[in-house]
């Protein structure tokens, strides 16, 4: 019932940006968990950002924060993570993620143990030096 597309990636120089979308088919965002993820290859899966839409907060890695931002369009159902002053070590295929329910407490326990329940396929985004 819930699907994600991520789209957006793509390759850039360093201190470029790029914006992810993540559509979500017959999915309403609002009181929900929405999700940035990323794993780079030979490494763990870690979050990136996560949103709460229904209270509009937001939660970062400390490896992104003032460079990335997570927002919603409800009406679109579509979350986004605007990228900037990328560095070659955000390289790494992103993956958009929802979890169902709960509150801003659970989104971020489960953002932090990647365990949202639905996942989208992917996109890549290379930074180059």
């Known amino acids: 019932q819930v699907q994600l597309v991520e789209s957006g990636g793509g390759s850039v120089q360093a201190g470029g940006s790029l914006r992810l979308s993540c559509a979500a088919s017959e999915y309403t965002y609002s009181g929900n968990c929405m999700g940035w993820f990323r794993q780079a290859p030979g490494k763990e899966r870690e979050g990136v950002a996560t949103?709460?839409?229904?209270?509009?907060?937001?939660y970062y890695a400390d490896s992104v924060k003032g460079r990335f931002t997570i927002s919603q369009d409800n009406a679109k159902n579509t979350v986004y993570l605007q990228m900037d002053s990328l560095k070659p070590e955000d390289t790494a295929m992103y993956y958009c993620?929802?979890?169902?329910?709960?509150?801003?407490?659970?989104?971020?326990?489960?953002?932090?143990?990647?365990?949202?329940?639905?996942w989208g396929q992917g996109t890549q985004v290379t930074v180059s030096s």
């Open positions: 949103i709460y839409t229904n209270g509009r907060t937001t």
């Open positions: 993620a929802a979890e169902t329910g709960g509150n801003w407490g659970r989104c971020v326990a489960l953002w932090r143990n990647n365990k949202y329940n639905y």
